[in-house]
């Protein structure tokens, strides 16, 4: 969905609204700038998307081994940009781990340091004995590139190499939508957050947003009276911060789920924050900003949506008060003003009827071509699916297995993300 952006232009420029809607704003605040010089702000830098044409998948034609992704995805200094190198140099990516130093230090903008990170053997134990860990507490990871992956992921900038999940994987087959503001949001930031959070969920999106401190917060809480919602760390998917939101953070993984990016044990360091929020508006449809300051970690979700082609949308705040003077910038350089779940639903109503145009024409594609790795009780039970929801009882009885053992297959696909599992014991497909 995202429209390719030259790489000259910076994240912070790009208009805010969808990529190619009118910039109603943008020309306005332009000249308003242009007879008095502000000295810059000091803000958080966002590193700068490459062109699309650049970090195109490498892994479309043969998915790579899940424990090598987890290998580099633990050596600091690599992402996706330097396994797509990697893969140019490497036609068998596994030969990496037993090149000569010269040879991967010889690669643009690796050197020595990074080559020797890469080569150390105890990346491998590592990836290993994370991945017995997180089968011990419940928590799945997803690789690029195979099931489970959000393919919305795949167009953002430096997509990650791995996710850790933990809580219900069905939540993220369902469309989401981001919303995100200040940490010290008033009474009026925390109403609408929930607000916003509560009608949107109702309406079927998983909300998405990042487990801070107040429009965050309750964001998710409101979300979670309605339906489910999804929360995107800054740190490990082990360590809640900040720490006053485990309660809000175990009820999150048991109704939707928490999803990070950075290896088990992370401490939640500042630097963690902006890429976690490209994850936010990369999963989303669009992006409602609530009583966002002028520098607010908010608006660098705000300018990564705007980057990936998604929609931009800001509640309005009193013109007196500190924390809306982001989120009223916004509305003047082009963002959608949001006063109520409507004006939000309007406004994307084509791209959700596209989406689902497109679902019902890959669907009896996907039912003549299952995993191939299904067990024969998966199988039989994929086989049994329908877009519209059938109870577990009905489904036993079809495929012959009795409950508990469809039970078990139902999960499996549910961890595949091949079913989705709806209210009352019921199962569709996505």
């Not at 044409?53 to 034609?61: N, P, R």
């Not at 107040?214 to 720490?243: F, Q």
């Not at 309660?247 to 928490?258: S, Y």
Request: aromatic share 6%; proline share 6%.
């Amino acid at each position: 969905m995202a429209k390719k952006k030259s790489q000259k232009k910076s994240p912070k420029k790009a208009s805010p609204k969808k990529a190619g809607a009118k910039k109603t704003g943008a020309k306005k605040s332009r000249k308003k700038s242009q007879g008095k010089r502000k000295k810059p702000e000091k803000a958080v830098e966002v590193e700068k998307p490459l062109p699309v044409s650049d970090s195109a998948s490498v892994l479309d034609d043969a998915a790579i081994d899940p424990i090598i992704l987890h290998r580099l995805a633990l050596t600091r200094g690599v992402g996706y940009r330097r396994l797509c190198a990697l893969r140019q140099a490497f036609p068998r990516i596994e030969a990496v781990f037993s090149a000569p130093l010269d040879r991967l230090s010889g690669i643009e903008r690796f050197g020595k340091k990074l080559a020797r990170a890469i080569l150390d053997p105890k990346t491998e134990e590592m990836a290993y004995a994370e991945r017995k860990r997180a089968e011990a507490e419940g928590i799945d990871i997803v690789y690029h590139g195979h099931f489970g992956y959000p393919d919305e992921l795949n167009n953002v900038f430096d997509p990650p190499l791995l996710l850790y999940i933990k809580g219900n994987l069905s939540s993220l087959a369902k469309p989401a939508f981001a919303i995100v503001g200040s940490r010290n949001c008033g009474t009026y930031g925390r109403k609408y957050a929930a607000y916003f959070g509560r009608e949107l969920a109702r309406s079927g999106f998983t909300v998405v947003s990042g487990l801070a401190r107040g429009a965050d917060a309750e964001a998710h809480r409101g979300a979670l009276d309605t339906g489910t919602t999804a929360a995107v760390l800054g740190c490990g998917i082990d360590v809640v911060y900040p720490p006053e939101h485990r309660d809000l953070a175990d009820v999150i993984a048991d109704k939707g789920c928490i999803i990070s990016e950075f290896p088990m044990g992370t401490s939640p360091e500042r630097g963690n924050f902006p890429r976690r929020n490209r994850i936010i508006s990369g999963l989303s449809i669009g992006v409602l900003i609530i009583q966002a300051g002028a520098r607010s970690g908010a608006l660098i979700t705000a300018r990564w949506a705007a980057e990936q082609g998604k929609y931009v949308f800001a509640v309005p705040g009193r013109i007196d008060v500190e924390q809306s003077v982001g989120s009223n910038r916004l509305i003047k350089d082009g963002a959608h003003l949001a006063e109520n779940a409507r004006d939000i639903l309007e406004v994307i109503a084509p791209e959700i009827a596209r989406r689902r145009s497109e679902l019902g024409q890959e669907q009896p594609e996907k039912k003549l071509a299952p995993p191939p790795d299904l067990a024969e009780s998966s199988l039989s039970v994929y086989r049994k699916l329908e877009v519209e929801p059938k109870h577990i009882d009905v489904i036993a009885a079809e495929t012959g297995l009795g409950v508990d053992k469809a039970a078990v297959a139902l999960l499996d696909l549910e961890l595949r993300r091949l079913v989705v599992r709806n209210p009352g014991q019921t199962y569709s497909l996505p």
